[in-house]
């Protein structure tokens, strides 16, 4: 059975930092790329950033380079989020998944329940 798992999601001050973590397992980690997604209220789902497990490129929306960095360790079929300088804008629930593509969500198969991120001003 896929399942993408993720956790490390929470309430924090602007400024602050949290740092996402996306399990994988039921399928071939090192095949795919890894994406993180939010959804905030109201608002279209968008992709954050996103890494081939093969390779370790990266790619991020232009609205969080400088601020987050993802990570994955092939070891434990996990990815990170790491995410700094947090603004309430960044306010959302947060989903990773797995697929071939980019940040483009018809590129991406299997996804997570999501985690919430609050980011309070």
Known sequence: EVQLV???????????????????????FD?????WFRQAPGKEREGVSCISSRDGSTYSADSVKGRFTISSDNAKNTVYLQMNS?????TAVYYCAAGWGTLLEDEYTYWGQGTQVTVSS
């Not at 956790?7 to 996402?20: F, I, K, M, N, W």
């Not at 947090?86 to 960044?90: A, G, Q, T, Y």
């Open 31 to 35: 095949d795919y790329a890894i994406g």
């Open 86 to 90: 947090l603004k309430p804008e960044d």
């Open 6 to 28: 993720e956790s490390g999601g929470g309430l924090v001050q602007a400024g602050g930092s949290l740092r996402l973590s996306c399990a994988a397992s039921g399928f071939t």
